[in-house]
């Protein structure tokens, strides 16, 4: 696969500066190129600026500011481009500009460099078209403020080779960005739902069915969003959504077009008033029945069209747009029937708007849509199980547990595969489960459907672990809690040098439920592994390479041939016994077995140095004392039993857990981005 280290930038504005920011912070060199040495200049001071307040606000320290910034290269000189292995265009939305720029850089660079283009109204394939390396052109189109908002689409025109769109896939990852990849089409997936959104409130008002203040109100209530939709308006700038929906418009028809009060608006040069009077409460359902009927109208003709999937527009619209729903749950939620009518009104109201199909066959199923959270992808020998839920960082829930044991299943029986790979999109590999279950069954006294739930978690990590095929777990991100005990499940982990994991339960009042302790123990000892369950310390990809939990830790380009070596492997026993490292060896004395009664009293520990003991006794500090006490407990229950009897005996556990006010606590605070205050009561 095309391995991508060097980045060139071209275009040093609002979009650009961020781009190659992002790019800096995670690790990338990157050439910024724009026309004068002003425009470079400005592009720089925005991204110094932007990182100083980080600065103020804590989130850098100084020298990752400096480290950053050493990264970016500010140049008017195209050449420093020219052996890039990707350039990302972020100059004016003018076909012509860009035309001609990418036709100047396809005679500049090197044969392998892909071109990405961060249109936000052209096709693609326009672009691609006009240069001698259309396999290797690509849309990268990145919402605002690209440093901050994890969204990403990825627009392959039709000429796009297989190998570009990986690297591409692959090189989100990689600058952290969550990708959906989607058709190349007029507004892609996002903006296709997003400016009729913008246009029907602007509609809304010119037909005097509420003020600003009532259509903002209106636009909170229906999309869960902090902002209504006049202010959003004025924050982006007038001119931008005039432009984004004359360009849809002109594609895709007067339906999409620029609404008369909006170019009246951007004529005045001025926002719109936010407070042009009282929030009018009686109008607002109408107003929402409107939103709905738009905008998932829109996506559900998206889909229609094979944009883009339901679970990706939903994705975009959480992460793109910070939506709390996507529009396909927001028809779940207001029910299919309810979807149907306030669709139908827009029909009737744009005649050249039609019903959608997936609307129509929804309802006669009768029934909600159904997610897919986890895909399979069996290439060759190798079956690629990825859990697919960016937007909460992959967390377990009921679903996803069904569809890992569901495509499991399909992997284990199909005759090709030799190596089943469990990964996650985005960022994370999973980081722990949908708390707010366990809260809502905790309240409601429904502990068995928390029972139910972690048993079957625990019949598929079985499975897993005795898998006839190689089992290997992908951690090229952070993993928490269940992620964690899924990849002690498999029988291989490989990371990337980001991967992570760790046991951050008994700092929510709870214990590890599927299974982490039992194989942690195997894994590392007993001493170590109290460690890290007690304290929730993260354990590093260098530190899980060092202990011998991970097997091997690669770079992103070389996962697929790492995993070919592992089908090849017969040797490794991930319970083989292990030496403690030297480093390691005086964590492991804290943990001792003669250290544990002053752990769970919050007594100072014998035979280690005094820095040590400070800094464990604060970090146990902040945890649920019970939780420590029935860890211990657990993890000492275990050690005689085979791995399935401590299963069982973990399971018999979990009333008792879930049952503790220190539970509560700590789950419900998780939930609420609270710190627990735990009283330590049974
Ligand atoms: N602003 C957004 O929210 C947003 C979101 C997604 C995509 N986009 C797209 O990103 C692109 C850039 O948008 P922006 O908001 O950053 O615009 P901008 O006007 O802030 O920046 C454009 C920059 O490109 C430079 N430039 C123009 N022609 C050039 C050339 N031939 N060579 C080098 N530099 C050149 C300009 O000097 C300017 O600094 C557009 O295609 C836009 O549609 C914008």
Same mark, same amino acid.
């Given at each position: ?34 026309? *004068?040495? %002003? ?6 001071? *925005? ?33 420093? !481009? ?13 076909? %012509? ?80 960005? *969550?990708?959906? #990849? ?38 909170? +209530? ?42 009246? +608006? ?80 827009? #029909? ?6 039609? &019903? ?35 937007? @909460? ?42 708390? +707010?279950?366990?809260?809502?069954? !905790? ?57 992570? &994991? ?23 000892? #007993? ?12 354990? *590093? ?29 017969? #040797? ?63 993890? %000492? ?8 009897? @401590? ?36």
């Amino acid at each position: 696969m095309a391995q991508i280290s060097k980045i060139g930038v071209i275009g040093a504005g609002h979009m650009g500066s961020g781009i190659a920011q992002k790019m800096a912070q995670e690790g990338f060199d990157v050439v910024m190129v724009d026309m *004068t040495d %002003e425009y470079v200049g400005r592009g720089i001071s *925005t991204i110094k600026s932007i990182l100083q307040s980080g600065m103020k606000r804590k989130i850098f320290s100084q020298d990752q500011v400096d480290t950053f910034l050493s990264r970016v290269k500010g140049t008017t000189d195209y050449n420093e !481009v020219a052996d890039a292995d990707i350039i990302i265009e972020a100059v004016f939305e003018d076909k %012509e500009v860009k035309t001609k720029l990418f036709q100047k850089l396809d005679g500049i660079c090197a044969e392998k460099t892909i071109f990405a283009t961060n249109t936000s109204s052209f096709y693609v394939h326009e672009f691609a078209d006009k240069v001698n390396r259309p396999d290797r052109f690509i849309g990268l189109h990145y919402f605002f403020h690209p440093a901050k908002n994890r969204l990403l689409e990825i627009i392959p025109h039709a000429g796009t080779s297989k190998e570009t769109i990986i690297a591409a896939e692959t090189f989100a990852k990689l600058h952290g960005k *969550t990708a959906i #990849t989607v058709k190349d089409a007029p507004g892609f997936a996002i903006n296709r739902f997003f400016i009729p959104c913008s246009n029907e409130a602007c509609r809304m008002l010119e037909e005097g069915m509420g003020n600003v203040a009532t259509i903002d109100e209106g636009s909170k +209530q229906a999309f869960g969003i902090g902002m209504g939709w006049f202010d959003l308006l004025n924050v982006t700038g007038i001119p931008l959504a005039v432009h984004a929906s004359e360009s849809l418009g002109g594609e895709l028809g007067l339906f999409y077009g620029t609404p008369d009060i909006l170019q009246a +608006q951007m004529k005045k040069n001025a926002d719109w008033d936010l407070k042009d009077g009282p929030v009018e409460v009686e109008k607002i359902d109408a107003i929402k029945d409107r939103f709905y009927g738009i905008c998932l109208g829109v996506a559900a003709a998206l889909v229609d069209e094979g944009v883009a999937t339901i679970e990706d527009v939903n994705i975009g619209a959480k992460l793109g747009l910070r939506w709390t729903k996507g529009p396909f749950e927001l028809m779940n939620d207001i029910g299919i029937d309810k979807t149907c009518e306030v669709v139908e009104a827009i #029909t009737k109201k744009y005649p050249g708007f039609a &019903m959608p199909k997936v609307l129509v066959e929804q309802k006669t199923l009768g029934i909600p849509f159904k997610f897919k959270t986890v895909d399979l992808d069996i290439k060759d020998d190798i079956a690629w199980i990825t859990i697919n839920r960016p937007d @909460a960082m992959n967390a377990l829930n009921e679903d996803v547990v069904e569809q890992l044991t569901e495509n499991f299943s399909i992997a284990q029986n199909h005759s090709d595969v030799k190596a089943i790979v469990f990964q996650g999109a985005g960022k994370a590999f999973v980081a722990g489960a949908d708390i +707010q279950f366990f809260v809502d069954n !905790v309240k409601a006294g429904t502990i068995q459907n928390i029972e139910a739930f972690t048993r079957k978690g625990h019949e598929l990590l079985l499975k897993v672990e005795n898998s006839t095929k190689k089992t290997i777990a992908l951690l090229d991100g952070l993993s928490l809690g269940g992620g964690s005990e899924l990849s002690l499940a498999c029988q291989y982990i490989l990371a990337t040098p980001n991967g992570s &994991m760790g046991f951050p339960e008994t700092g929510i009042g709870i214990i590890p439920g599927l299974g982490g302790m039992i194989r942690a123990q195997r894994m590392i000892g #007993t001493q170590l592994a109290k460690y890290y369950v007690f304290t929730g310390a993260p354990i *590093t990809a260098g530190n899980a390479l060092d202990l011998g939990l991970f097997h091997s830790v690669v770079a992103p380009n070389d996962i697929e041939s790492s995993v070919h070596q592992i089908i090849e492997d017969n #040797t490794h026993d991930k319970y083989q016994s292990k030496n403690i490292p030297d480093d390691f060896k005086e964590i492991a004395a804290a943990f001792a077995a003669q250290n544990i009664q002053a752990i769970l009293s919050g007594d100072d520990l014998n035979g280690i140095s005094q820095a040590l003991n400070d800094k464990i006794k604060k970090i146990l500090n902040r945890k649920s004392k019970i939780a420590l006490k029935m860890a211990n407990d657990v993890m %000492e229950a275990q050690i005689p039993l085979t791995i399935a009897d @401590a299963v069982e005996y973990e399971l018999g556990q979990l009333e008792t857990l879930f049952r503790t006010a220190d539970a509560l606590e700590g789950l419900s605070c998780a939930v609420e981005h609270k710190k627990p205050e735990f009283k330590g009561n049974n």
